[in-house]
Each structure stands twice: as structure tokens, then as C-alpha cells.
């Protein structure tokens, strides 16, 4: 199993980002994926999530309107597209798969770096 992110980099306030979360090993079309984040010194937050078909979405509040998760059942990929960044959102962002079926499996990427500051 792998999840592989990318995408992350140094960009200005204001900018936007769009990561990518590359899966493999598992059928990734049964799996609830969601972006998390980890700034310095704090816990890991979650971000968005969406569910296996892509049919709903959910995003923290802080999020809604600058974030966009989607994903690709083809290419086995889920994407955040992220607008109007601001540096409070500076921090490893990681992806996230979670099976639908029973017994639960959850597996994690090894994150990707955004820093945004001009």
C-alpha cells in the first residue's frame, strides 16, 4: 500500500496550491479519502474529506471556501486544490485513505510541505 503526495512548495499569501495524493495497493475506489494537516507545534488537523464515489465532500470551517477536495477513481488520485492562501496555512498536509468495509483499514501518505510567506 502507498500513498504517495506531492504538489507542495513555497508560495506567496494569496496563492494557490493543488496537491495530489497518487494511490496504490488497495481499491481505491472503496475508500473515503480526506487531507490532513500538521503545522509546527500542533496536532494534526483534518482538512476535507470525500467519500468513495466523490458524491459528498466535507471541509473544515476554516477551509470552505478556499479548499477544493476531488478525486479520480481512474488514476487512483485524490486531489485539495487550495486558493487565497494564507501563512496560517503553512504546515505538512497528508492524505488519507479509509476503508468502507468491515474490518476497518486506514492507511497514511508521508505528507507534503506548504509554506506560504512572502
Known amino acids: 500500500v502507498q500513498l504517495v503526495e506531492s504538489g507542495g512548495g513555497l508560495v506567496q499569501p494569496g496563492g494557490s496550491l493543488r496537491l495530489s495524493c497518487a494511490a496504490s495497493?488497495?481499491?481505491?475506489?472503496?475508500?473515503?479519502m480526506s487531507w490532513y494537516r500538521q503545522a509546527p507545534g500542533k496536532g494534526r488537523e483534518l482538512v476535507a474529506t470525500?467519500?468513495?464515489?466523490?458524491?459528498?465532500?466535507n471541509y473544515a470551517d476554516s477551509m470552505k471556501g478556499r479548499f477544493t477536495i476531488s478525486r479520480d477513481n481512474a488514476k487512483n488520485t485524490v486531489y485539495l486544490q487550495m486558493n487565497s492562501l494564507k501563512p496560517e496555512d503553512t504546515a505538512v498536509y497528508y492524505c488519507?485513505?479509509?476503508?468502507?468495509?468491515?474490518?476497518?483499514?486506514?492507511?497514511w501518505g508521508q505528507g507534503t510541505q506548504v509554506t506560504v510567506s512572502s
Open positions: 470525500i467519500t468513495s464515489a466523490g458524491r459528498i465532500t
Open positions: 495497493g488497495f481499491t481505491f475506489s472503496t475508500y473515503v
Open positions: 488519507k485513505a479509509r476503508s468502507t468495509t468491515i474490518p476497518q483499514y486506514a492507511y
